[in-house]
Protein backbone atom coordinates (compact mmCIF):
# COMPACT_ATOMS: atom_id res chain seq x y z
CA UNK A 1 0.00 0.00 0.00
CA UNK A 2 1.54 3.08 -1.19
CA UNK A 3 1.39 5.92 1.69
CA UNK A 4 3.27 9.09 2.22
CA UNK A 5 3.75 11.03 5.22
CA UNK A 6 4.31 14.16 5.55
CA UNK A 7 5.73 16.41 8.69
CA UNK A 8 6.52 20.09 9.13
CA UNK A 9 4.61 23.40 8.59
CA UNK A 10 2.99 25.41 10.72
CA UNK A 11 2.68 29.72 11.19
CA UNK A 12 5.44 31.84 9.94
CA UNK A 13 5.18 35.58 9.77
CA UNK A 14 5.92 36.92 5.84
CA UNK A 15 9.67 36.77 5.07
CA UNK A 16 9.75 33.64 7.12
CA UNK A 17 11.00 29.88 5.81
CA UNK A 18 9.70 26.69 6.52
CA UNK A 19 10.17 22.96 5.53
CA UNK A 20 7.97 20.57 4.53
CA UNK A 21 9.06 16.63 4.62
CA UNK A 22 7.05 13.89 3.12
CA UNK A 23 8.19 9.93 3.79
CA UNK A 24 7.13 7.16 1.24
CA UNK A 25 6.83 3.69 1.72
CA UNK A 26 4.92 1.32 -0.71
CA UNK A 27 6.42 2.01 -3.58
CA UNK A 28 9.65 1.96 -5.46
CA UNK A 29 10.25 5.75 -4.86
CA UNK A 30 13.04 6.54 -6.89
CA UNK A 31 11.33 5.79 -10.39
CA UNK A 32 8.32 7.91 -9.33
CA UNK A 33 7.81 11.76 -10.32
CA UNK A 34 6.68 13.45 -7.27
CA UNK A 35 5.45 16.64 -6.79
CA UNK A 36 3.66 19.47 -3.88
CA UNK A 37 0.14 20.95 -4.53
CA UNK A 38 -1.61 23.01 -2.48
CA UNK A 39 -4.56 24.56 -1.54
CA UNK A 40 -6.10 27.83 -0.47
CA UNK A 41 -8.96 27.94 2.44
CA UNK A 42 -11.87 27.46 0.47
CA UNK A 43 -10.18 27.37 -2.82
CA UNK A 44 -9.28 24.36 -5.56
CA UNK A 45 -5.88 22.66 -5.78
CA UNK A 46 -3.20 24.49 -6.75
CA UNK A 47 0.06 22.94 -8.32
CA UNK A 48 3.27 23.77 -6.85
CA UNK A 49 6.55 22.32 -7.94
CA UNK A 50 7.25 18.52 -9.26
CA UNK A 51 10.72 16.71 -9.05
CA UNK A 52 11.54 14.12 -11.84
CA UNK A 53 12.75 10.71 -11.08
CA UNK A 54 16.54 11.93 -12.93
CA UNK A 55 15.77 15.65 -10.55
CA UNK A 56 15.01 17.71 -12.90
CA UNK A 57 12.31 20.27 -11.39
CA UNK A 58 9.96 22.70 -12.84
CA UNK A 59 8.01 25.40 -10.24
CA UNK A 60 4.48 26.60 -10.68
CA UNK A 61 5.47 30.94 -11.57
CA UNK A 62 4.36 31.89 -8.11
CA UNK A 63 6.65 29.85 -5.97
CA UNK A 64 9.56 30.25 -8.87
CA UNK A 65 12.77 31.65 -6.82
CA UNK A 66 11.58 31.05 -2.97
CA UNK A 67 10.30 27.32 -3.13
CA UNK A 68 13.09 24.41 -3.78
CA UNK A 69 11.65 20.87 -4.12
CA UNK A 70 14.49 18.25 -3.08
CA UNK A 71 14.16 14.04 -2.91
CA UNK A 72 16.51 11.94 -1.31
CA UNK A 73 15.99 8.53 -2.96
CA UNK A 74 18.25 6.56 -0.26
CA UNK A 75 15.38 7.61 2.65
CA UNK A 76 12.60 7.71 0.20
CA UNK A 77 11.76 11.54 1.54
CA UNK A 78 10.55 14.05 -0.68
CA UNK A 79 10.85 18.02 0.98
CA UNK A 80 9.89 21.14 0.30
CA UNK A 81 11.60 24.33 1.27
CA UNK A 82 9.98 27.21 1.31
CA UNK A 83 11.32 30.77 1.63
CA UNK A 84 10.32 34.58 1.37
CA UNK A 85 7.10 33.47 2.38
CA UNK A 86 4.16 35.55 1.64
CA UNK A 87 0.82 35.61 2.98
CA UNK A 88 -1.16 34.35 0.18
CA UNK A 89 1.18 30.95 0.31
CA UNK A 90 -1.07 30.17 3.40
CA UNK A 91 -2.58 26.95 2.35
CA UNK A 92 -3.00 22.86 2.54
CA UNK A 93 -0.15 21.57 1.21
CA UNK A 94 0.04 17.73 0.06
CA UNK A 95 2.60 15.86 -1.32
CA UNK A 96 2.00 13.51 -4.28
CA UNK A 97 3.02 10.45 -6.75
CA UNK A 98 2.39 11.89 -10.02
CA UNK A 99 1.69 8.91 -12.76
CA UNK A 100 2.02 9.76 -15.82
CA UNK A 101 -0.06 13.00 -15.81
CA UNK A 102 -1.80 12.95 -12.70
CA UNK A 103 -1.50 12.33 -9.20
CA UNK A 104 -2.95 8.61 -7.69
CA UNK A 105 -1.28 9.29 -4.23
CA UNK A 106 -1.90 11.69 -1.71
CA UNK A 107 0.16 12.71 1.89
CA UNK A 108 -2.55 13.62 4.82
CA UNK A 109 -1.73 17.18 4.26
CA UNK A 110 -0.14 20.03 6.35
CA UNK A 111 -1.30 23.50 6.92
CA UNK A 112 0.83 26.49 7.03
CA UNK A 113 0.44 30.07 7.80
CA UNK A 114 1.75 33.22 6.86
CA UNK A 115 0.76 35.78 9.29
CA UNK A 116 2.42 38.48 11.01
CA UNK B 1 -1.09 27.99 -18.78
CA UNK B 2 -3.87 26.39 -19.83
CA UNK B 3 -7.27 27.09 -18.31
CA UNK B 4 -9.66 24.58 -17.33
CA UNK B 5 -13.16 25.79 -16.53
CA UNK B 6 -15.62 23.42 -14.75
CA UNK B 7 -19.84 23.99 -14.95
CA UNK B 8 -22.01 23.85 -13.41
CA UNK B 9 -20.14 25.16 -9.91
CA UNK B 10 -22.79 23.72 -8.32
CA UNK B 11 -24.89 20.39 -8.94
CA UNK B 12 -28.21 19.77 -6.83
CA UNK B 13 -29.26 16.40 -7.50
CA UNK B 14 -31.23 13.54 -5.37
CA UNK B 15 -29.43 10.23 -4.97
CA UNK B 16 -30.06 7.65 -7.54
CA UNK B 17 -29.99 10.35 -10.28
CA UNK B 18 -27.30 10.71 -13.02
CA UNK B 19 -24.75 13.66 -12.56
CA UNK B 20 -22.61 14.91 -15.50
CA UNK B 21 -20.27 17.17 -15.05
CA UNK B 22 -17.93 19.88 -17.68
CA UNK B 23 -14.38 20.02 -17.94
CA UNK B 24 -13.50 22.94 -20.86
CA UNK B 25 -10.23 23.64 -21.43
CA UNK B 26 -8.52 26.97 -23.14
CA UNK B 27 -6.37 25.22 -25.53
CA UNK B 28 -6.47 21.26 -26.38
CA UNK B 29 -4.52 19.09 -24.24
CA UNK B 30 -3.51 15.76 -24.01
CA UNK B 31 -6.29 13.01 -23.34
CA UNK B 32 -3.76 11.07 -21.66
CA UNK B 33 -2.67 13.51 -18.96
CA UNK B 34 -5.94 14.77 -18.30
CA UNK B 35 -8.15 13.34 -14.95
CA UNK B 36 -10.68 13.92 -12.20
CA UNK B 37 -10.49 13.88 -8.88
CA UNK B 38 -13.28 13.58 -5.98
CA UNK B 39 -12.71 15.82 -2.48
CA UNK B 40 -14.73 15.90 0.85
CA UNK B 41 -14.48 18.22 3.74
CA UNK B 42 -10.59 17.79 5.19
CA UNK B 43 -9.35 15.01 3.09
CA UNK B 44 -7.18 15.21 0.62
CA UNK B 45 -8.23 14.85 -3.38
CA UNK B 46 -9.00 11.09 -4.61
CA UNK B 47 -8.32 10.53 -8.08
CA UNK B 48 -11.29 8.97 -10.03
CA UNK B 49 -10.16 8.88 -13.23
CA UNK B 50 -6.60 8.83 -15.23
CA UNK B 51 -5.93 9.34 -19.02
CA UNK B 52 -9.88 10.62 -19.56
CA UNK B 53 -11.36 7.50 -19.06
CA UNK B 54 -9.32 4.91 -16.91
CA UNK B 55 -10.77 4.72 -13.18
CA UNK B 56 -8.32 4.47 -10.71
CA UNK B 57 -7.72 1.18 -8.30
CA UNK B 58 -11.01 0.41 -6.50
CA UNK B 59 -13.17 3.44 -8.06
CA UNK B 60 -16.64 2.05 -8.82
CA UNK B 61 -17.43 1.66 -12.09
CA UNK B 62 -21.08 4.28 -11.75
CA UNK B 63 -17.27 6.93 -12.42
CA UNK B 64 -16.52 7.44 -15.62
CA UNK B 65 -14.72 9.84 -17.76
CA UNK B 66 -14.98 11.01 -21.56
CA UNK B 67 -13.49 13.47 -23.97
CA UNK B 68 -10.94 14.85 -25.94
CA UNK B 69 -8.99 17.58 -27.53
CA UNK B 70 -10.76 20.46 -25.32
CA UNK B 71 -13.91 18.96 -23.82
CA UNK B 72 -13.98 16.60 -21.32
CA UNK B 73 -16.66 14.86 -19.27
CA UNK B 74 -17.06 13.38 -15.57
CA UNK B 75 -20.72 10.92 -15.35
CA UNK B 76 -21.67 9.55 -12.45
CA UNK B 77 -24.63 7.08 -13.46
CA UNK B 78 -26.38 6.80 -9.97
CA UNK B 79 -25.92 9.08 -7.39
CA UNK B 80 -24.54 7.58 -4.08
CA UNK B 81 -24.87 9.08 -0.55
CA UNK B 82 -21.20 9.11 -0.41
CA UNK B 83 -20.95 10.60 -3.61
CA UNK B 84 -21.68 14.67 -2.47
CA UNK B 85 -18.61 15.93 -2.75
CA UNK B 86 -16.85 18.75 -4.62
CA UNK B 87 -14.81 17.24 -8.27
CA UNK B 88 -12.02 18.95 -9.91
CA UNK B 89 -10.27 18.47 -13.48
CA UNK B 90 -7.10 18.37 -13.96
CA UNK B 91 -4.02 18.38 -16.75
CA UNK B 92 -0.44 18.24 -17.51
CA UNK B 93 1.46 19.75 -20.52
CA UNK B 94 4.86 21.57 -20.92
CA UNK B 95 6.24 20.69 -17.28
CA UNK B 96 3.13 22.09 -15.99
CA UNK B 97 -0.07 21.40 -14.25
CA UNK B 98 -3.52 23.00 -13.62
CA UNK B 99 -6.81 22.41 -12.09
CA UNK B 100 -10.18 23.69 -12.47
CA UNK B 101 -11.77 25.78 -9.73
CA UNK B 102 -14.00 22.82 -9.32
CA UNK B 103 -17.81 21.75 -9.13
CA UNK B 104 -19.79 20.91 -6.45
CA UNK B 105 -22.36 18.26 -6.55
CA UNK B 106 -24.67 18.43 -3.22
CA UNK B 107 -28.05 17.06 -2.18
CA UNK B 108 -31.14 18.47 -3.87
Known amino acids: EVQLLQSGGGLTQPGGSLRLSCGASGFIFNIYTMAWVRQAPGKGPEWVSTIYSDYRTSYADSVRGRFTISRDNSKYSLSLQMDSLRAEDTAVYYC??????????WGQGTLVTVSS | DTVLTQSPGTLSLSPGERATLSCRASQSVNANYFGWYQQKPGQAPRLLIY???YRATGIPDRFSGSGSGADFTLTISRLEPEDFAMYYC?????????FGQGTRVEIK
Open chain 2, 51 to 53: STS
Open chain 1, 96 to 105: AQRVEGTFRS
Open chain 2, 90 to 98: QQYGDLRVT
